[in-house]
């Protein structure tokens, strides 16, 4: 076996091991998903500032639709 051949067969075997983990991870969040794992979470957020103040009504309005 020649010194290349002995270097580009463990390259290849690590990137396809990395690709397949790659693969296997990225279907974990749809699987989360279609579980619901959070619905009942609720979450509280402060905004603080005074109340009615025009900045912390778009920081409240953008954290409800987030």
């Known amino acids: 076996?020649?010194?290349?051949m002995?270097?580009?067969?463990p390259r290849s075997t690590i990137?396809?091991?990395?690709?397949?983990l790659a693969a296997a991870i990225s279907t974990l969040p749809a699987q989360?998903?279609?579980?619901?794992w959070?619905?009942?979470v609720h979450i509280r957020?402060?905004?603080g500032g005074a109340e009615g103040d025009a900045f912390g009504t778009i920081v409240?309005?953008?954290?409800k639709q987030a």
């Open 1 to 4: 076996m020649s010194v290349t």
């Open 6 to 9: 002995r270097r580009t067969l």
């Open 15 to 20: 990137v396809a091991a990395a690709t397949m």
């Open 32 to 36: 989360a998903l279609d579980a619901q």
């Open 38 to 40: 959070c619905k009942d």
């Open 45 to 47: 957020f402060f905004v």
């Open 60 to 63: 409240y309005n953008g954290a």
